[in-house]
C-alpha cells in the first residue's frame, strides 16, 4: 500500500469548478528523450462558485515544472504535491504560462503522453490530460484548444491533433511543426495528439445538409490494407445517425488512428479518435466475421460519441453513464439495423447475463451512476456501459421510438455545449413526452439485479389467466434494502398452436406490463384454453426471471415463440434445466426433449442460420457457473461436456449435413447472409470435433488447411485445439503460427485459442505462452488475449482444485501493477467474485486477493479492486 490511504471521492461532495479556462494554448517539442509542453491558459473565476475559493487549484501528475508565469510574471507563492499545484489567491482573470517536461518514452501506463510503435499518442480519458500538463482536470471545465506539435521531420512526418489544421512549416535542425484548433469548446479528457510514421487512407462523407467531410485514417505502411472495413462502417454510422437521430457531423475533418499498445478498446476523442489497432484493422485474410462485426460496432460508437458524450458531455465521472450508457445504446441500434436484430439482442443479452450480471451480485457491485469511487479507471464497467445502456432502452420502450426521438433531440438542443448529468438526460425524456420518470430514475442509483418471480393461474370456467408478478433484489454493498424498480415487462401469451392471443381491443398481441409495486396481479380474459406465457419478451429490463416452466412448455416455446430472443432462451432455460439437473443428480440420462428441440433447430430452414448457429450453442461454464451457488467449476464443466458429447453423438448425420449444405462462398464478403453462414457451419463442426469424431477430424483438417478466409481458418483451428487429437491440434498451432507469426493481431487470436482452451489451456500452457517470444509485458492486448482470457473464460483450468491458477493470475496482476495499474485492476477482478464458488476454491482466492494486499506499492487501481473483494 502507499504511504497515505487512498482517499474516497463521492458523488455528494461535487462543486462547480472555481475556475473556468476560456482558451487553451498548446505548444508540444517532442524529442527521444522527452517532451516539453509549453501551456498558456486564459483563466476566469467562475461566476457559480462558493466566493470563498480564492486559491487556483490545479491537478498534475508525473509531471517536471520548468516555470509557472503569471500574467507575466513568474509565480512565486506555489505549492506542489505529488498530485496538485496550488497558487494562493489569484485575481479574477489572468493568464497562466505552463511549462512542464514528460517522459513519454518511459511511460508504461498508457495515460496521458506515451509512445506506442515508435509512435507518440495520447489517451487522456478519465484523468490523463494530467500527466502531461497542469490542469483543472474535470470534466465540467470545458475550453477551446489550439495546439503546436514541434518533432522532426523524418521520424514524424504525421502531427495530428483535434480540429483543423490552421498552420504548418518546417523548423530549423530538420523538425517541423504543424498547428491545430478545434473550435469546440471541450473537455481536457477529448484532448489528443499523435505523431508518427504514417500512413493515410483517405475517403469523404457528404452530411445530409450537403457539407463534404474529409475522413482519414492513419496507420502504419504495413497496415495500408486493412482500413476499408473501418472507413466503410464509419461512413455507415455517420448516415445512420442522420437518420435515426438527426444527429450531423460538425468539423470538417473525421480522423482515426490505429495504435497497437491501447489501455482499452478505442477513445472518441474530438476528430481524432484513436483506436486499439485490434478495433479497427482488418481484412479478409486477417480477420474474422466477429472482428469485423465487432469493428463495425466500435468504430460507430466512437463516431456517435460526437454528440452523445462531446457536444454534451458529463458533469462529473459518476455521469460517466450518461455518455456510454447511452453511446451503447446507439451502437445496438445501430448494429441491429445493420445485421439481425434478434441475434444482435441474442449477443448482448448473453454478455450482460453472464459477466455484468457477476459483477452486480458481486463485492464490486455499483449503481449504474456510481456514489462513489476511489479510482475512477475501475468504473468502466459492464454497470456503467452495458447496464445503463439497458436503462435508457428500457427508457425507449417505455416511450416508444417516437416519443423517445423527441426526448433525444430535446437533450441535445438543451444541453449542447454543456457538461451535464444523468438526471438532465432523464428530465430531457420526461418533458419530451409528459412522462413521469421519478420511479425510473432509482436505475441509476441503485445496484443489484432484480430478480421477478412469476406465477400463473388460469380459470377454465371464468374464462380468465392471472399472472402474478413480484419483484425484489439483492442487497449490494451500496444499500441493504432497495425500493421496487419501474420495469417494463413486455409479454405475450401464447395458444397451443403457437399464435399469440390478442390481449385488447386493438388487436395487440403483445403488451408492456408496467412493474412499480413489489408485487401486481394482471387478469387477461376471455381466455378459453390456458395459454403458455412468452414473459420478458427481447429482455424488456435487465433482471433475472423466475417462473416454474415445465420443459414440455421450454420446447414448445424452443420452437414456437414468435419472439426470437425468447424462442433462443427458451432453449438455453431447457438446457439448464437439464444440466441443472444432472448435476444434482435428479436426473441420471440426458432427456430427449433436449435433444429433438435440436435436432428441430437444425432442419428448420426457415430460419435465420446465424440464430440456428446461437440456439445450438449450450450456456457457457461460466454462465452456468453465474447461476450455481457454492459452484464446483469441474463437474459444471464435465457435465456440459457430456451433453455435447451426446447431441453430437445423436444429431451426427443432421450435423454433417447441415455442415455440407453450406459450404462456403467466394470470395468473402462481411454481410449477414454470408456471415451466418460461416457460423452455423463453423459451430456445427466444433460439435462434431468436440467429440473426437473421425470425420470432424478430416473435415476440420482439411478446412484448416483450404481455408480462403480467417473466419474458416480460425474456426478451424479453435475445433482442432477443442478436441481430443492431440497431433493435430499441435501441429495446426505449429502450422498456424508459423503463417501468421508476422501479423500482431492474428498472432493475438492464436494466444486466446490456448489460453481459452480447456484441452490445451492448462496452467503449463499458459505459462509457456508468457515466455513466448511474441508475448510483450509492454502490449495489453496479448496480457490479456493470454492472462485475462486464461482466468476470464477457462474456468475449468483457473479454477484448478488446487489453487495454482489463483496464484498464476496473482502473480501476474502482481508483476504488472507497477507498470501498468488500469490493466493490474482489470485482471486481478475474476478473484472478486470468490464467495460464488464451492469452499475449497473460495478459499484460495480469497488468500490470493490477501496476498496482493500484502504486497508493497499496490496502486490505487488494484488496492480498490482487491480492497472492496475482502470487505464483508
Ligand atoms: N471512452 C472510451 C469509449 O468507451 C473508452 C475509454 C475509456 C478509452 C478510458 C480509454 C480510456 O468509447
Ligand atoms: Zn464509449
Given at each position: 500500500?502507499?504511504?497515505?490511504?487512498?482517499?474516497?471521492?463521492?458523488?455528494?461532495?461535487?462543486?462547480?469548478?472555481?475556475?473556468?479556462?476560456?482558451?487553451?494554448?498548446?505548444?508540444?517539442?517532442?524529442?527521444e528523450?522527452?517532451?516539453?509542453?509549453?501551456?498558456?491558459?486564459?483563466?476566469?473565476?467562475?461566476?457559480?462558485?462558493?466566493?470563498?475559493?480564492?486559491?487556483?487549484?490545479?491537478?498534475?501528475?508525473?509531471?517536471?515544472?520548468?516555470?509557472?508565469?503569471?500574467?507575466?510574471?513568474?509565480?512565486?507563492?506555489?505549492?506542489?504535491?505529488?498530485?496538485?499545484?496550488?497558487?494562493?489567491?489569484?485575481?479574477?482573470?489572468?493568464?497562466?504560462?505552463?511549462?512542464?517536461?514528460?517522459?513519454?518514452?518511459?511511460?508504461?501506463?498508457?495515460?496521458?503522453?506515451?509512445?506506442?510503435?515508435?509512435?507518440?499518442?495520447?489517451?487522456?480519458?478519465?484523468?490523463?490530460f494530467?500527466r502531461?500538463?497542469?490542469?483543472?482536470?474535470?470534466?465540467?471545465?470545458?475550453?477551446?484548444?489550439?495546439?503546436?506539435?514541434?518533432?522532426?521531420?523524418?521520424?514524424?512526418?504525421?502531427?495530428?491533433?483535434?480540429?483543423?489544421?490552421?498552420?504548418?512549416?518546417?523548423?530549423?535542425?530538420?523538425?517541423?511543426?504543424?498547428?491545430?484548433?478545434d473550435?469546440f469548446?471541450?473537455?481536457?479528457?477529448?484532448?489528443?495528439?499523435?505523431?508518427?510514421?504514417?500512413?493515410?487512407?483517405?475517403?469523404?462523407?457528404?452530411?445530409?445538409?450537403g457539407?463534404?467531410?474529409?475522413?482519414?485514417?492513419?496507420?502504419?505502411?504495413?497496415?495500408?490494407?486493412?482500413?476499408?472495413?473501418?472507413?466503410?462502417?464509419?461512413?455507415?454510422?455517420?448516415?445512420?445517425?442522420?437518420?435515426?437521430?438527426?444527429?450531423?457531423?460538425?468539423?470538417?475533418?473525421?480522423?482515426?488512428?490505429?495504435?497497437?499498445?491501447?489501455?482499452?478498446?478505442?477513445?472518441?476523442?474530438?476528430?481524432?479518435?484513436?483506436?486499439?489497432?485490434?478495433?479497427?484493422?482488418?481484412?479478409?485474410?486477417?480477420?474474422?466475421?466477429?472482428?469485423?462485426?465487432?469493428?463495425?460496432?466500435?468504430?460507430?460508437?466512437?463516431?456517435?460519441?460526437?454528440w452523445?458524450?462531446?457536444?454534451?458531455?458529463?458533469?462529473?465521472?459518476?455521469?460517466?453513464?450518461?455518455?456510454?450508457?447511452?453511446?451503447?445504446?446507439?451502437?445496438?441500434?445501430?448494429?441491429?439495423?445493420?445485421?439481425?436484430?434478434?441475434?444482435?439482442?441474442?449477443?448482448?443479452?448473453?454478455?450482460?447475463?453472464?459477466?455484468?450480471?457477476?459483477?452486480?451480485?458481486?463485492?464490486?457491485?455499483?449503481?449504474?451512476?456510481?456514489?462513489?469511487?476511489?479510482?475512477?479507471?475501475?468504473?468502466?464497467?459492464?454497470?456503467?456501459?452495458?447496464?445503463?445502456?439497458?436503462v435508457?432502452?428500457?427508457?425507449h420502450?417505455?416511450?416508444?421510438?417516437?416519443l423517445?426521438?423527441?426526448?433525444?433531440?430535446?437533450?441535445?438542443?438543451?444541453?449542447?455545449?454543456?457538461?451535464?448529468?444523468?438526471?438532465?438526460?432523464?428530465?430531457?425524456?420526461?418533458?419530451?413526452?409528459?412522462?413521469?420518470?421519478?420511479?425510473?430514475?432509482?436505475?441509476?442509483?441503485?445496484?443489484?439485479?432484480p430478480?421477478?418471480?412469476?406465477?400463473?393461474?388460469?380459470?377454465?370456467?371464468?374464462?380468465?389467466?392471472?399472472?402474478?408478478?413480484?419483484?425484489?433484489?439483492?442487497?449490494?454493498?451500496?444499500?441493504?434494502?432497495?425500493t421496487?424498480?419501474?420495469?417494463?415487462?413486455?409479454v405475450?401469451?401464447?395458444?397451443s398452436?403457437?399464435?399469440?392471443?390478442?390481449?385488447?381491443?386493438?388487436?395487440?398481441?403483445?403488451?408492456?406490463?408496467?412493474?412499480?409495486?413489489?408485487?401486481?396481479?394482471?387478469?387477461?380474459?376471455?381466455?378459453?384454453?390456458?395459454?403458455?406465457?412468452?414473459?420478458?419478451?427481447?429482455?424488456?429490463?435487465?433482471?433475472?426471471?423466475?417462473?416454474?416452466?415445465?420443459?414440455?412448455?421450454?420446447?414448445?416455446?424452443?420452437?414456437?415463440?414468435?419472439?426470437?430472443?425468447?424462442?433462443?432462451?427458451?432453449?438455453?432455460?431447457?438446457?439448464?434445466?437439464?444440466?441443472?439437473?444432472?448435476?444434482?443428480?435428479?436426473?441420471?440420462?440426458?432427456?430427449?426433449?433436449?435433444?429433438?428441440?435440436?435436432?428441430?433447430?437444425?432442419?428448420?430452414?426457415?430460419?435465420?442460420?446465424?440464430?440456428?448457429?446461437?440456439?445450438?450453442?449450450?450456456?457457457?461454464?461460466?454462465?452456468?457457473?453465474?447461476?450455481?451457488?457454492?459452484?464446483?467449476?469441474?463437474?459444471?464443466?464435465?457435465?456440459?461436456?457430456?451433453?455435447?458429447?451426446?447431441?453430437?453423438?445423436?444429431?451426427?448425420?443432421?450435423?454433417?449435413?447441415?455442415?455440407?449444405?453450406?459450404?462456403?462462398?467466394?470470395?468473402?464478403?462481411?454481410?449477414?447472409?454470408?456471415?451466418?453462414?460461416?457460423?452455423?457451419?463453423?459451430?456445427?463442426?466444433?460439435?462434431?470435433?468436440?467429440?473426437?469424431?473421425?470425420?470432424?477430424?478430416?473435415?476440420?483438417?482439411?478446412?484448416?488447411?483450404?481455408?480462403?478466409?480467417?473466419?474458416?481458418?480460425?474456426?478451424?483451428?479453435?475445433?482442432?485445439?477443442?478436441?481430443?487429437?492431440?497431433?493435430?491440434?499441435?501441429?495446426?498451432?505449429?502450422?498456424?503460427?508459423?503463417?501468421?507469426?508476422?501479423?500482431?493481431?492474428?498472432?493475438?487470436?492464436?494466444?486466446?485459442?490456448?489460453?481459452?482452451?480447456?484441452?490445451?489451456?492448462?496452467?503449463?500452457?499458459v505459462?509457456?505462452?508468457?515466455?513466448?517470444?511474441?508475448?510483450?509485458?509492454?502490449?495489453?492486448n496479448?496480457?490479456?488475449?493470454?492472462?485475462?482470457?486464461?482466468?476470464?473464460?477457462?474456468?475449468?483450468?483457473?479454477?484448478r482444485?488446487?489453487g495454482?491458477?489463483?496464484?498464476?493470475?496473482?502473480?501476474?496482476?502482481?508483476?504488472?501493477?507497477?507498470?501498468?495499474?488500469?490493466?493490474?485492476?482489470?485482471?486481478?477482478?475474476?478473484?472478486?467474485?470468490?464467495?460464488?464458488?464451492a469452499?475449497?476454491?473460495?478459499?484460495?482466492?480469497?488468500?490470493?486477493?490477501?496476498?496482493?494486499?500484502?504486497?508493497?506499492?499496490?496502486?490505487?487501481?488494484?488496492?480498490?479492486?482487491?480492497?472492496?473483494?475482502?470487505?464483508?
Open positions: 500500500m502507499k504511504a497515505e490511504e487512498p482517499q474516497t471521492v463521492y458523488l455528494r461532495d461535487y462543486q462547480p469548478p472555481a475556475f473556468l479556462i476560456d482558451y487553451v494554448d498548446l505548444r508540444f517539442e517532442l524529442f528523450d522527452g517532451a516539453r509542453v509549453h501551456s498558456r491558459l486564459t483563466i476566469r473565476r467562475n461566476p457559480e462558485a462558493e466566493p470563498d475559493q480564492r486559491d487556483l487549484v490545479l491537478n498534475g501528475e508525473d509531471l517536471e515544472l520548468e516555470s509557472l508565469v503569471l500574467d507575466g510574471r513568474p509565480v512565486e507563492g506555489f505549492e506542489a504535491d505529488e498530485r496538485t499545484l496550488r497558487i494562493e489567491k489569484v485575481a479574477d482573470q489572468f493568464l497562466l504560462d505552463v511549462v512542464t517536461w514528460i517522459r513519454p518514452q518511459d511511460n508504461t501506463c498508457l495515460e496521458g503522453l506515451y509512445k506506442s510503435s515508435g509512435m507518440f499518442c495520447t489517451q487522456c480519458e478519465a484523468e490523463g494530467r502531461i500538463t497542469y490542469f483543472p482536470d474535470r470534466p465540467d471545465v470545458m475550453a477551446r484548444y489550439r495546439t503546436r506539435i514541434e518533432a522532426d521531420k523524418g521520424a514524424y512526418p504525421i502531427l495530428l491533433a483535434n480540429g483543423n489544421p490552421v498552420d504548418w512549416g518546417d523548423l530549423d535542425g530538420g523538425r517541423h511543426q504543424v498547428t491545430w484548433e473550435p469548446p471541450k473537455p481536457s479528457y477529448l484532448f489528443a495528439l499523435v505523431a508518427g510514421d504514417l500512413v493515410e487512407q483517405r475517403d469523404e462523407f457528404v452530411t445530409g445538409s457539407r463534404t467531410v474529409e475522413l482519414s485514417m492513419y496507420v502504419e505502411a504495413r497496415n495500408q490494407d486493412k482500413c476499408d472495413h473501418a472507413l466503410s462502417s464509419l461512413k455507415k454510422a455517420m448516415r445512420w445517425d442522420e437518420e435515426v437521430y438527426g444527429r450531423e457531423y460538425d468539423l470538417d475533418r473525421f480522423m482515426i488512428v490505429a495504435v497497437d499498445d491501447f489501455n482499452m478498446g478505442a477513445m472518441e476523442n474530438k476528430g481524432l479518435n484513436i483506436f486499439n489497432s485490434s478495433c479497427v484493422l482488418a481484412s479478409p485474410e486477417t480477420a474474422t466475421d466477429a472482428t469485423y462485426e465487432q469493428i463495425e460496432s466500435i468504430v460507430a460508437h466512437e463516431y456517435f460519441h460526437n452523445s458524450g462531446n457536444r454534451v458531455t458529463c458533469r462529473d465521472w459518476f455521469q460517466l453513464s450518461l455518455k456510454e450508457g447511452f453511446t451503447v445504446f446507439r451502437d445496438n441500434q445501430f448494429s441491429a439495423d445493420m445485421g439481425s436484430p434478434t441475434v444482435q439482442r441474442i449477443d448482448q443479452v448473453n454478455m450482460l447475463r453472464t459477466a455484468q450480471f457477476a459483477e452486480d451480485a458481486g463485492p464490486m457491485a455499483h449503481p449504474v451512476r456510481p456514489d462513489s469511487y476511489i479510482e475512477i479507471g475501475n468504473f468502466y464497467t459492464l454497470t456503467v456501459y452495458e447496464k445503463g445502456a439497458e435508457v432502452r428500457m427508457i420502450t417505455l416511450l416508444g421510438p417516437d423517445f426521438r423527441e426526448g433525444s433531440d430535446l437533450y441535445f438542443a438543451r444541453h449542447d455545449g454543456q457538461a451535464v448529468t444523468t438526471d438532465d438526460f432523464v428530465r430531457a425524456m420526461e418533458d419530451a413526452s409528459g412522462r413521469d420518470l421519478s420511479q425510473f430514475r432509482l436505475w441509476y442509483g441503485q445496484a443489484g439485479t430478480q421477478l418471480r412469476v406465477t400463473d393461474s388460469f380459470d377454465a370456467e371464468g374464462r380468465s389467466y392471472t399472472l402474478s408478478v413480484e419483484q425484489s433484489c439483492p442487497p449490494t454493498p451500496e444499500a441493504n434494502h432497495k421496487p424498480f419501474h420495469i417494463p415487462f413486455r405475450s401469451l401464447l395458444d398452436q403457437g399464435q399469440p392471443l390478442v390481449l385488447d381491443a386493438e388487436g395487440n398481441t403483445e403488451q408492456v406490463l408496467e412493474l412499480t409495486e413489489q408485487s401486481h396481479r394482471f387478469l387477461f380474459t376471455g381466455i378459453s384454453e390456458r395459454p403458455t406465457p412468452s414473459l420478458l419478451r427481447g429482455f424488456s429490463a435487465p433482471v433475472k426471471l423466475e417462473y416454474p416452466w415445465t420443459r414440455d412448455q421450454l420446447g414448445f416455446l424452443c420452437s414456437h415463440d414468435t419472439d426470437g430472443f425468447n424462442r433462443w432462451d427458451a432453449g438455453q432455460k431447457l438446457a439448464i434445466d437439464v444440466i441443472q439437473s444432472l448435476l444434482n443428480g435428479h436426473d441420471t440420462a440426458v432427456d430427449s426433449r433436449l435433444i429433438d428441440a435440436f435436432r428441430e433447430t437444425l432442419a428448420d430452414t426457415s430460419l435465420d442460420r446465424a440464430m440456428v448457429a446461437r440456439m445450438l450453442t449450450l450456456p457457457s461454464v461460466s454462465y452456468l457457473t453465474e447461476l450455481t451457488e457454492e459452484a464446483d467449476v469441474a463437474a459444471i464443466h464435465q457435465t456440459r461436456q457430456r451433453l455435447v458429447d451426446e447431441l453430437a453423438g445423436a444429431l451426427r448425420q443432421d450435423l454433417l449435413e447441415c455442415y455440407h449444405r453450406n459450404a462456403p462462398e467466394d470470395p468473402y464478403r462481411f454481410d449477414p447472409e454470408q456471415s451466418a453462414a460461416r457460423a452455423l457451419r463453423n459451430m456445427v463442426l466444433k460439435l462434431l470435433t468436440a467429440t473426437g469424431d473421425d470425420q470432424g477430424r478430416t473435415l476440420a483438417t482439411t478446412q484448416f488447411e483450404q481455408a480462403a478466409n480467417m473466419t474458416d481458418e480460425l474456426e478451424a483451428l479453435r475445433a482442432l485445439v477443442n478436441s481430443p487429437f492431440e497431433p493435430e491440434r499441435e501441429q495446426a498451432l505449429t502450422r498456424f503460427y508459423q503463417r501468421w507469426q508476422h501479423d500482431p493481431q492474428v498472432v493475438e487470436q492464436w494466444f486466446a485459442v490456448q489460453s481459452e482452451s480447456p484441452w490445451v489451456g492448462d496452467l503449463n500452457r505459462t509457456q505462452l508468457l515466455e513466448h517470444p511474441a508475448f510483450d509485458w509492454k502490449n495489453p496479448k496480457i490479456r488475449m493470454v492472462v485475462g482470457v486464461f482466468a476470464g473464460r477457462n474456468l475449468l483450468h483457473f479454477q482444485s488446487d495454482a491458477g489463483h496464484r498464476f493470475l496473482g502473480e501476474q496482476v502482481r508483476r504488472l501493477d507497477a507498470r501498468n495499474p488500469q490493466m493490474s485492476a482489470a485482471l486481478v477482478r475474476p478473484l472478486a467474485r470468490w464467495r460464488q464458488y469452499p475449497h476454491l473460495r478459499d484460495s482466492m480469497r488468500s490470493e486477493l490477501q496476498n496482493i494486499m500484502a504486497s508493497k506499492d499496490l496502486s490505487r487501481d488494484l488496492y480498490e479492486v482487491v480492497f472492496k473483494s475482502l470487505k464483508q
